[in-house]
């Protein structure tokens, strides 16, 4: 089993609509918790960190379930701009930090 | 923000032969910085972690005698691939822990893609 799971997808989302998914972790002692985003051939970019009592930044809300061992990412009102990978970050004790395989989500038109 | 470089960005080599790739921090120290590796529409695996003025401390199945890291000073990491073989090619990126920041914040470089021929 991978330590961070997602769903590859890709997401097709209309222009305006609402898109959300998970990311599942296999390690319970897993202690901080990040949404990246990569653009194609880009590194990636810090989009924002998981609180355990959820967390919102403009369109963007993150939500973190300790007990079933998932985090979430919703955004709202997608924007053409939102096209991206969004990867699934956590991090265990000490700084190694251990990458998901993406999400892709497509904004459409 | 903190800002990290790369460099080369991108190098086309030929088989057996190595490549040095570059990792700056510009305007932050960081005494850890770290080496991923990302292979088309996969996720980035962490290869190594680069810590400076001691050895690298290599994750599993990666050959330290084949990538090797060298961490000289507080601003620059350098990996360099020996030997290159086509299977090598791949997108490598270096992450900067800043030493004064918070202890999950890692910075990223823009990623050197390396094409072996």
């Known amino acids: 089993r991978k330590e961070v799971e997602q769903d590859p997808g890709p997401f097709n989302v209309p222009e305006g609509a609402t898109v959300a998914f998970n990311c599942t972790y296999s390690n319970s002692a897993s202690q901080s918790f990040f949404w990246y985003r990569q653009d194609c051939r880009k590194e990636p970019k810090l989009l924002m960190s998981v609180y355990s009592s959820g967390n919102e930044d403009g369109r963007f809300t993150a939500q973190l379930n300790r007990a079933s061992q998932y985090i979430s990412l919703l955004i709202r009102d997608s924007k053409l701009s939102d096209s991206a990978t969004y990867l699934c970050v956590v991090k265990a004790a000490g700084n190694k930090l251990t990458f998901g395989g993406g999400t892709r989500v497509l904004v459409k038109p | 923000g903190a800002v990290v470089s790369q460099h080369p960005s991108r190098v086309i080599c030929k088989s057996g032969t190595s490549v040095k790739i570059e990792c700056r921090s510009l305007?932050?120290?960081?005494?850890?910085m770290f080496w991923y590796r990302q292979f088309p529409k996969k996720s980035l695996m962490l290869m190594a972690t680069?810590?400076?003025?001691?050895?690298?401390?290599?994750e599993q199945g990666v050959e330290k005698d084949k990538f090797l890291i060298n961490h000289a000073s507080l601003t620059l990491s350098t990996l360099t691939v020996t030997s290159a073989h086509p299977e090598d090619s791949s997108f490598y990126i270096c992450?900067?822990?800043?030493?004064?920041?918070?202890?999950?914040?890692?910075?990223f470089g823009p990623g050197t893609r390396l094409t072996v021929t």
């Open positions: 305007d932050f120290q960081a005494t850890t």
């Open positions: 992450s900067a822990r800043d030493q004064e920041g918070l202890p999950y914040e890692q910075y």
């Open positions: 680069s810590n400076e003025g001691s050895k690298a401390t290599y």
